[in-house]
């Protein structure tokens, strides 16, 4: 299999090297255990089944494995998945590294940078501009290779990076619609709002919450790390720093999409509208490049468990 596992068909035969992203243990309703082999390359991610499994298979078959497997793709309910016929751990010998099978974002990290530099440039409030620059000086190399999530959006290397540098385009553009925004503050909020999960994610390869992450989450972190640094700037007393703690702290919309606090002031409105159409588009370009015209994607359980149409017409 050459084209990858994100562009695979039903019936397909596999016949390739992976990565095990995660496993879980499972038992069958006759009582004989398998595996549950989240695997991933550098196209995207699948399900596999290794039924009948053994006490050996649990201990080989660990997150960050590479493997070598021959296999099918079968469907189940609505998804992909990868029915497993033979596996191994991969060997020295075979040549292959963990680099080789990692998703990355679609744009340089060079541009991204300037990207990021550009908009702290555009920034004219010095409150605002001054704790951004600390942030991204304290963060840069993580942020640029952190991805923005677990699964679903941007969760991939760069992907935060990629995620805020395309909120950013969109900001632009909405600014240039509704002048009466405060771009600054609209632009400190962007770059920021998802730092935290430096913090709440353990990192690149097989990204998973870390026990911080899982306790507090993103959102209240970033909160007193906002403060923390204000105070380190010595920033007293500036409305900018409470307002720029509300954008974060409502970034999710609601409280059961994680918000303590719904938007209460115009920008944070939309900086919460603003990162669901970058989070929803990415989730929806991926999922539709890899299927043909005239065809459905998988049920994309994000999207409210919804499989989308790519229409045979092309564009313009």
Same mark, same amino acid.
Request: charged share 25%; net charge negative.
């Given at each position: 299999?050459?084209?990858?596992?994100?562009?695979?068909?039903?019936?397909?035969?596999?016949?390739?090297?992976?990565?095990?992203?995660?496993?879980?243990?499972?038992?069958?309703?006759?009582?004989?255990?398998?595996?549950?082999?989240?695997?991933?390359?550098?196209?995207?991610?699948?399900?596999?089944?290794?039924?009948?499994?053994?006490?050996?298979?649990?201990?080989?078959?660990?997150?960050?494995?590479?493997i070598?497997?021959?296999?099918?793709?079968?469907?189940?309910?609505?998804?992909?998945?990868?029915?497993?016929?033979?596996?191994?751990?991969?060997?020295?010998?075979?040549?292959?590294?963990?680099?080789?099978?990692?998703?990355?974002?679609?744009v340089?990290?060079?541009?991204?940078?300037?990207?990021?530099?550009?908009?702290?440039f555009?920034?004219k409030?010095?409150?605002?501009?001054?704790?951004?620059?600390?942030?991204?000086?304290?963060?840069?190399?993580?942020?640029?290779?952190?991805?923005?999530a677990?699964?679903?959006?941007?969760?991939?290397?760069?992907?935060?990076?990629?995620?805020v540098?395309?909120?950013?385009?969109?900001?632009?553009?909405?600014?240039?619609?509704?002048?009466?925004l405060?771009?600054?503050?609209?632009?400190?909020?962007?770059?920021?709002?998802?730092?935290?999960?430096?913090?709440?994610?353990?990192?690149?390869?097989?990204?998973?919450?870390?026990?911080?992450?899982?306790?507090?989450?993103?959102?209240?972190?970033?909160?007193?790390?906002?403060?923390?640094?204000?105070?380190?700037?010595?920033?007293?007393? @500036?409305? $900018?720093? *409470?307002? +720029?703690?509300? #954008? !974060?702290?409502?970034?999710?919309?609601?409280?059961?999409?994680?918000?303590? %606090?719904?938007?209460?002031?115009? @920008?944070? $409105?939309? *900086?919460? +509208?603003?990162? #669901? !159409?970058?989070?929803?588009?990415?989730?929806?370009?991926?999922a539709?490049? %890899?299927?043909?015209?005239?065809?459905?994607? $998988?049920? *994309?359980?994000?999207?409210?468990?919804?499989?989308?149409?790519?229409?045979?017409?092309?564009?313009?």
């Amino acid at each position: 299999m050459n084209k990858g596992i994100g562009h695979v068909n039903v019936g397909d035969a596999i016949d390739s090297f992976m990565l095990i992203k995660d496993v879980t243990k499972g038992v069958t309703s006759n009582g004989k255990p398998f595996l549950t082999l989240i695997l991933r390359d550098s196209t995207g991610e699948i399900e596999a089944k290794l039924w009948d499994s053994t006490k050996e298979d649990e201990a080989l078959f660990i997150p960050e494995q590479i493997i070598k497997l021959a296999g099918e793709i079968n469907q189940f309910r609505g998804k992909s998945q990868l029915k497993i016929f033979s596996v191994r751990p991969a060997q020295l010998t075979d040549g292959v590294h963990i680099s080789d099978f990692v998703e990355k974002a679609p744009v340089e990290k060079k541009v991204l940078t300037e990207k990021l530099t550009e908009a702290i440039f555009e920034m004219k409030n010095p409150t605002l501009q001054r704790i951004v620059r600390a942030f991204i000086k304290k963060y840069q190399e993580d942020l640029l290779n952190y991805p923005a999530a677990v699964k679903n959006h941007h969760e991939y290397v760069s992907g935060l990076a990629h995620h805020v540098v395309s909120m950013l385009q969109i900001a632009k553009e909405l600014h240039k619609l509704y002048p009466q925004l405060n771009k600054d503050l609209l632009y400190a909020g962007v770059i920021l709002h998802d730092i935290g999960k430096i913090r709440e994610l353990s990192g690149v390869v097989t990204t998973s919450y870390t026990v911080e992450g899982k306790l507090l989450g993103h959102i209240p972190m970033m909160v007193e790390e906002i403060a923390l640094m204000a105070k380190e700037l010595q920033i007293e007393g @500036e409305e $900018e720093v *409470l307002i +720029l703690q509300h #954008l !974060i702290l409502s970034h999710h919309g609601k409280a059961e999409w994680g918000s303590p %606090k719904p938007p209460q002031v115009r @920008e944070a $409105e939309l *900086l919460h +509208l603003i990162d #669901l !159409i970058d989070a929803k588009m990415n989730m929806l370009n991926r999922a539709l490049d %890899k299927v043909k015209p005239g065809e459905f994607t $998988e049920r *994309l359980f994000a999207m409210d468990n919804r499989a989308f149409y790519k229409p045979l017409f092309e564009e313009g």
